[in-house]
């Protein structure tokens, strides 16, 4: 099982201060744990949304929105992608991870879809060929 984990932007990962050495250190020491353990797939911090953009979509109709947006709350500081074994593993590794903000700060934990999740609605598995072949291309292209 994949899982997304999303790190909580605040207001200091908003203005774009990048962490102390002390928290850099601790976090190579855990995405090192992570890797060891064949559980870290991707993991990056973002810079702020005053630098990114969102795209609305109404119909066929786009407006491009420029950042910074306002609820910081609702905002990414960064994401890790795991391969674990089930929500509860995904779990017990982000409780190990150092507190990725200088005060409170909030992690969240959400599973990717998988190909075979989509079996009830593609029952050919036509849609799932393709999938497979997509990343297959994607993979080869990235090396």
């Not at 994949?2 to 932007?9: D, G, Q, S, T």
């Not at 947006?69 to 994401?79: D, P, Q, V």
Request: with cysteine; hydrophobic share 35%; net charge negative.
């Amino acid at each position: 099982m994949r899982f997304m984990i999303l790190v909580k932007a605040d207001k200091t990962s908003e203005t774009g201060q990048l962490p102390d050495e002390k928290l850099l250190i601790e976090m190579g020491k855990y995405n090192e744990e992570l890797v060891k353990a064949g559980v870290l797939l991707a993991g990056e911090g973002l810079h702020p949304s005053s630098k990114g953009a969102r795209v609305r979509f109404s119909g066929d109709k786009r407006t491009v929105i420029d950042g910074p947006f306002s609820e910081t709350k609702e905002l990414i500081a960064g994401f890790w992608l795991f391969q674990v074994k089930s929500k509860e593993e995904a779990i017990e590794w982000v409780k190990r991870c150092p507190n990725p903000m200088v005060g409170e700060s909030e992690i969240e934990i959400r599973q990717v879809f998988e190909a075979e999740d989509f079996a009830p609605i593609d029952p050919t598995g036509e849609h799932r060929k393709k999938e497979e072949e997509l990343r297959k291309l994607s993979e080869s292209q990235r090396r």
